[in-house]
Nanobody
Framework: QVQLVEAGVGLVHPGGSLRLSCVASGFTFKTYAMSWYRQPPGKERELGAQISSTGGSRNYADPVKGRFTISRDNAKNTVYLQMDSLSPEDTAVYYC????????WGQGTQVTVST
């Protein structure tokens, strides 16, 4: 059974940092590209960052480029999202995801950036 379990729920002040992690199980993690999506309040889910199966290629959406870093540890079946210079516009539920026979999602973790 495929499972994606995110961790890193947080309330962060503007300008602060937070690292999310996602532990995967139930599939061959090292063979799949992984993604982080986010869904701001009242808005649609949007792609934030992607990383290739080996970690050699990474892509970022424009709103997070230069501030967020996606990485992975295939030995630990874990993908990370380091978020720096956070702003209130980054407030969202963050989801770990990959596309296998269908799109798989974690349960989501809330990140709130506020004073």
């Amino acid at each position: 059974q495929v499972q994606l379990v995110e961790a890193g729920v947080g309330l962060v002040h503007p300008g602060g940092s937070l690292r999310l992690s996602c532990v995967a199980s139930g599939f061959t993690f090292k063979t799949y590209a992984m993604s982080w999506y986010r869904q701001p309040p009242g808005k649609e889910r949007e792609l934030g960052a992607q990383i290739s199966s080996t970690g050699g290629s990474r892509n970022y959406a424009d709103p997070v480029k230069g501030r967020f870093t996606i990485s992975r540890d295939n030995a630990k079946n874990t993908v990370y999202l380091q978020m720096d210079s956070l702003s209130p516009e980054d407030t969202a539920v963050y989801y770990c995801s990959f596309k296998g026979p269908r799109h798989y999602w974690g349960q989501g973790t809330q990140v709130t950036v506020s004073t």
